[in-house]
């Protein structure tokens, strides 16, 4: 499911990732009663602003009744956020608000090897470039 490009958040396409998990048909239910919502959850940066997310939520939740024919009553889009430094991707610590992705030299946790996870050479104080 994707949003049409003029609508997409300001990010790099690499940051979107969409998987589909098809739940047995016994193992949900609404109320006691069993259902067949579309859940759908991401993660934001806490700093995201609140206007945007919600916005964002919106979008998803009407492109998926749109694309799937699956009622607004059955759809539950949900955003998680916190700090960009609590996510790492590619072996990156994701780049804080204004750092250049792929360019910052970022500082890997101790023990981890500059090997394999995106850098170029990593430096005595462990920091990766």
Known sequence: MFLPKRKRQNVPGTYVKVDFHELPADSVYTD????????????????HPKAETARLATEVADAVTGITGVSAEHVLVVFQSSPASFAVEGGRVLPEPGERAGLDRRKLSSGASARGKGCLSQTSAGICE
């Open 32 to 47: 006691g009663i069993p259902a067949s919502p579309v859940l759908v959850s991401g993660w934001v940066r806490d700093d």
